[in-house]
């Protein structure tokens, strides 16, 4: 036991040095390489129904937070191969926080992705993979079906992966990469969403519940969701090309 224990430690600790230590950015060229790559999975339809699960998982991970931060209870959060997903919270079914619960899935995954492009700024590259590990195990805690289950641990497996084993350079390469993915890709759900509403496909979409609930109608919640997004992308990109604070 104290052999596991002293093992444990000195890996929390190599853990915590490689997080808390600022690297150095990657090279411009590598910086919009990752931006193109990035944009390339978010446009290319095939590959972006793959990789839009990351985006589930941002976008209920951030009703989750909301919920919690509201006072609402939560029971459980589902996430399905269609790449859509469920966050089950209970409390009033009115008021402040069913609003922002429901605001927060489709402005969640830009708003991490500015937090992400902060981080890159402040040269924490590593840091932010590992804090991106421990959101997702966090969150595994209330997962409550087996494809959420295998979702995000393949993406939690994935990012410990890159943590612990590739060079610094390698490692702050797909953090810039993950962040502009995060950053792009909090935009095409709100085009869907709209082109879906537009068909009478999305009748109880987040932004036609806020449209009950609030009075507001559903597309001007579809139009706020993008600016929130579009801002998030453009502040985020700025920082990312700006100079290092």
Known sequence: MDDFLATTGAVLAQIWTAATTPVDPPDRTVVLAAALVALAVVLVTPVWRVARHVVTIAHEGAHAVAAMLTGRR????????????LTVTAGRPRGVGMVLTAFAGYVGPGLVGLGAAW????????????LLVVLLALLLLKIRNWFGLWSVLVSGAALVGVSWWLEPAAQSTVAYAVTWFLL???????????SQRSRGRARTSDADQLGRLTGVPGIV???????VTLTCLVVGAGWILGPAV
């Open 184 to 194: 792009l890709g909090s935009v095409r759900p709100v085009l869907e969403l709209q």
């Open 119 to 130: 981080l890159l700024r402040a040269g924490y590259a590593v840091g932010l993979l590992w």
């Open 74 to 85: 939560l029971d459980g959060i589902r996430l399905h191969s269609d790449t859509s997903g």
């Open 221 to 227: 919640w579809v139009v706020v969701f993008a600016l």
